[in-house]
């Protein structure tokens, strides 16, 4: 089924909304939990949550792209599980993608505002869009989706030793492209 006929659902209040977001976007939104909480039952309860934020923010937004849309609450929905489940510990697989952008990314208390916010997001939008296809979809996939080193490899036929230099050769343009633009000193 077509985004607009979902958000149609959505719109009509249909139930079936939830079902064909599921049935279309569900194996995605899974992975994207899972891949940050590394626990089944945390990620599901996410989904489901992603799920209700969903029904509960369509209408009045029709977001476009719908997979991103809902990827990004179920994101954000896993990051904040994750902080709250692993305040005092450290290790886990997204605390490792949490520590490779640090170098790259400004700490959160220097920004002091959602202006400032929303710059940064749009610097590393352009960032991106610099990017060869295959580097943005190693990035994003690393860096949104936390995705493994060796599945990125596993995916990509490669070594995982291959696969982190490139990252790492990612984080350094991004490093260097947001100091140019007077985000990092």
């Not at 599921?22 to 599901?44: F, H, P, S, W």
């Amino acid at each position: 089924m077509e985004d607009s006929k979902i958000i149609a659902l959505f719109f009509e209040r249909s139930e079936q909304a939830i079902q064909e977001l599921d049935g279309k976007y569900g194996a995605v939104v899974r992975k994207t939990a899972a891949n940050i909480l590394r626990d089944r039952q945390d990620a599901e309860e996410c989904v489901n949550d992603a799920y209700l934020r969903t029904w509960d923010s369509i209408p009045p937004h029709a977001p476009d792209p719908l997979a991103a849309y809902v990827c990004r609450i179920v994101r954000n929905l896993a990051v904040n599980r994750y902080h709250a489940d692993h305040a005092q510990k450290r290790g886990s697989g997204y605390e490792l993608v949490l520590d490779e952008m640090q170098e790259c990314i400004p700490s959160g208390v220097n920004i002091e505002t959602e202006y400032e916010a929303k710059e940064l997001g749009d610097a590393i939008n352009r960032f991106l869009s610099t990017l060869q296809p295959e580097d943005r979809t190693l990035f994003v996939r690393r860096y949104w989706y936390a995705e493994p080193v060796a599945e990125l490899a596993a995916q990509r036929r490669s070594s995982a030793g291959r696969i982190s230099v490139r990252l790492f050769r990612l984080r350094e343009k991004l490093r260097n492209t947001l100091s140019k633009e007077g985000f990092l000193a």
